[in-house]
């Protein structure tokens, strides 16, 4: 099994500014894959920016960017230049080829933009 | 466009009644999931199935069944609701390694 981690329940950032939300993970696989999903109020969780973990270059999507730190087993996403639909729980998750095709979450980390 | 569809955004149900919450996805996903999200647990996952008639369970199954006749449809069921099954309930389908795709969720209420 793995095991995600998100330390930070609650996130705010002023908006235009770089906001960064911690994730680590646990695993014994050399090969898995990490995700990070937002859910805005009341609305439908979308997939935000996925990170293979053979690749050594971090993702980016836009204003979304990872840091993977394969060694440290760290999964970080920052945001740059908030906005205020920024504003939503975040989940970091993880799967496998060894995982029967499960995923595991974190718990969440609830970020707010401040105008 | 990927589409997941849970039958209900709101459901109020009163406890002993027998729940069905229904969903559907149209992307022909091998692997289905659902899961409950509560505040300050993240999603824990109930069931899953990654074929038809296959099902596995998760880390909460207590108190749930799942049936899934059709690769495109995976039900939920309350076999006798409680209140303390009162959440919300998210399916997601999936094909192997890749992204999630979410429903809405449904709002269950158990009264």
């Known amino acids: 099994a793995q095991t995600v981690t998100q330390s930070q329940p609650e996130m705010s950032v002023q908006e235009a500014e770089t906001v960064t939300l911690s994730c680590t993970y646990d695993t014994s696989e050399s090969d898995y894959y990490l995700f990070w999903y937002k859910q805005p109020p009341s609305r439908q969780m979308i997939l935000v920016i996925r990170q293979e973990a053979y690749k050594q270059q971090n993702a980016t999507e836009n204003r979304f960017s990872v840091n993977f730190q394969k060694a440290a087993k760290s999964f970080s996403l920052k945001i740059s230049d908030s906005q205020l639909g920024d504003a939503a729980m975040y989940f970091c998750a993880s799967t496998g080829p060894n995982t029967g095709n499960q995923f595991y979450f974190g718990t969440g980390t609830s970020l707010t933009v401040i105008p | ?111």
């Not at chain 2, 009644?17 to 996903?29: A, P, R, S, T, W």
């Open chain 2, 1 to 111: 466009d990927v589409k997941v569809t849970q039958s209900s955004r709101y459901l109020v149900k009163r406890t002993g009644e027998k729940v069905f919450l229904e969903c559907v996805q149209d992307m022909d996903h091998e692997n289905m999931f659902w899961y409950r999200q509560d505040p300050g647990l993240g999603l824990r996952l109930i069931y899953f199935s990654y074929d038809v008639k296959m099902k596995e369970k998760g880390d909460i199954p207590e108190g749930y069944s799942v049936s899934r006749e059709k690769k495109e449809r995976f039900s939920l069921i309350l076999e006798s609701a409680s209140t303390n099954q009162t959440s919300m309930y998210l399916c997601a389908s999936s094909r192997q390694y890749q992204p999630q795709h979410f429903g809405d969720g449904t709002r269950l209420s158990i009264l």
